[in-house]
């Protein structure tokens, strides 16, 4: 989790970008099973983490992050927008999208009475603003957990929306889908943009360039990596963006700031 500050008209808003939760099938109460341990301490195995639900006790800690930071920034009539950019879910089925979205915008009970999540609907009313991630594609050969992705993430890509922010500023938020590709690339966190998306997005950004407003362009995939800490799967890096130092340039030429 980071956030970032722009100044618009001599206002500051606040971005609060959260990636890569990967909710389980349910709101675990523990750290998992004994091998995840193993697992995590061993760089060759590492790279299947993130098929590992989180437990309670790292989503509550992600909560009270947030909100801490909501709750000055509201204090202090900061505007603020959470990003959410993918792999809200392990794996893309229906029951993991109810639990991670319950996490987002509402909250877990918890045994002890209390409530993890960010609250984002029920409390702060505030704009939470989402891309899809490869693993919330990988049980899109079921119908129904196809639908739960859709119903999620919906509509057509770029999608945008306009954050106002008091005194005239604005912050322009537009969103990219990058996991085009088959489902054997989907599963080594490999992306790929529709041309025409990346064209229509460009295209928008150009039009509001000398309008004052912050653009920001939110995705999944990386941008930049650095060459010696990419990972790689028998010599085959993963994690990447296909054409990714064009799109980064592309974007940059037409406009974006974030």
Known sequence: ??????????????????SDPHFGTSFVIHDGPWWRGFVSRRPGLRLISGAFPHSYQGAGALACAVREI???????????VVIHTGDLTASGSQAEFSVGSTFLRHGHYLANGMVSGLRLDTEFKQLCFDVPGNHDLWHR???RDHEAYTSYYGGCYPKSQKFPTPGGGRVHLYGLDSNRGALL???????????AALEHLCEDLRREKNSGAIQVVCLHHPLVFRQRTAPRICGS???TLRRRE???KLLSDAGVHV
Not at 7 to 15: A, D, E, K, R, S
Not at 185 to 195: D, K, P, S, V
């Open 1 to 18: 989790m980071r956030y970032t500050y722009g100044t618009v008209n001599g206002l500051i808003c606040t971005l609060v970008h959260i």
């Open 185 to 195: 690339q989907h599963r080594l966190a490999n992306g790929e943009i529709a041309a």
């Open 237 to 239: 890096q993963i994690l």
């Open 246 to 248: 064009a799109i980064a």
């Open 70 to 80: 909501l709750w000055a920034r509201g204090a202090a009539q900061i505007p603020a």
């Open 141 to 143: 050969t079921s119908l």
